[in-house]
């Protein structure tokens, strides 16, 4: 079983550029989310999905983008990378809300931006 | 905002010896869950707790909802090196949101 899927694993950016993570997951969840994990500072929510089509931001939303076009994709999208946005980003999957219960994640993708 | 605080930070603890880990806040969670996270994984579900004063074991590892489902503890008898992580408290707030606390990091000697 894949599970929760992000690519790419590491990437390096430069101030200003942009990029997508990706994010699939074959369980057929309804709800998905990203969050950041820096030090000290545990998980920190940037965005979720309630299902395909319907996204709402989370704690720390200021800087990216999401769009969900179906149950399986949730990317996000790095408008102008800052160094603020290094980070390592999880992606996470569940079957529903409001209380999503456990949670799945991806293995992260760790993103330096210089 | 809502905040769940861990503590302690760090944990260095010698194989057979016990632990707690606490996770408080002043708000009221509809259920509250505990996580395992290694270097380059993703954190892993280990136990959810939902009914205040609930008590859940899985082999040495005990967890307790508080009453008022504001605070849970993570208590582990004779750990051992197989323990070593970082173990994260994470609420759902009933809005879609689950939020995390900053984690403990374990560290157990052989």
């Known amino acids: 079983n894949a599970g929760v899927t992000q690519t790419p694993k590491f990437q390096v950016l430069k101030t200003g550029q942009s990029m997508t993570l990706q994010c699939a997951q074959d369980m057929n969840h309804e709800y998905m989310s990203w969050y950041r994990q820096d030090p000290g500072m545990g998980l920190r929510l940037i965005h979720y999905?309630?299902?395909?089509?319907?996204?709402d931001q989370g704690e720390v939303p200021n800087g990216y983008n999401v769009s969900r076009s179906t149950t399986e994709d949730f990317p996000l999208r790095l408008l102008s990378a800052a160094p603020s946005q290094t980070s390592v980003y999880f992606c996470a999957s569940s079957r529903s809300g409001p209380n999503p219960g456990e949670l799945f994640f991806g293995e992260g993708s760790r993103l330096t931006v210089l | 905002t809502q905040l769940l605080e861990q503590s302690p930070q760090f944990l260095s603890i010698q194989e057979g010896e016990n632990l707690t880990v606490y996770c408080n806040s002043s708000s009221v969670f509809s259920s509250l869950q505990w996580y395992r996270q290694e270097p380059g994984e993703g954190p892993v579900l280990l136990v959810t707790v939902v009914t205040g004063g609930e008590v859940k074991k899985l082999k040495r590892l005990t967890f307790q909802f508080g009453d008022a489902r504001k605070d849970s503890s993570l208590h582990i008898t004779a750990a051992q090196p197989g323990d070593t992580g970082l173990y994260l408290c994470?609420?759902?707030?009933?809005?879609?949101?689950?939020?995390f606390g900053a984690g403990t990091r374990l560290f157990v000697k052989a």
């Open positions: 994470a609420g759902d707030t009933g809005g879609f949101k689950t939020i």
């Open positions: 999905s309630v299902g395909a089509g319907i996204t």
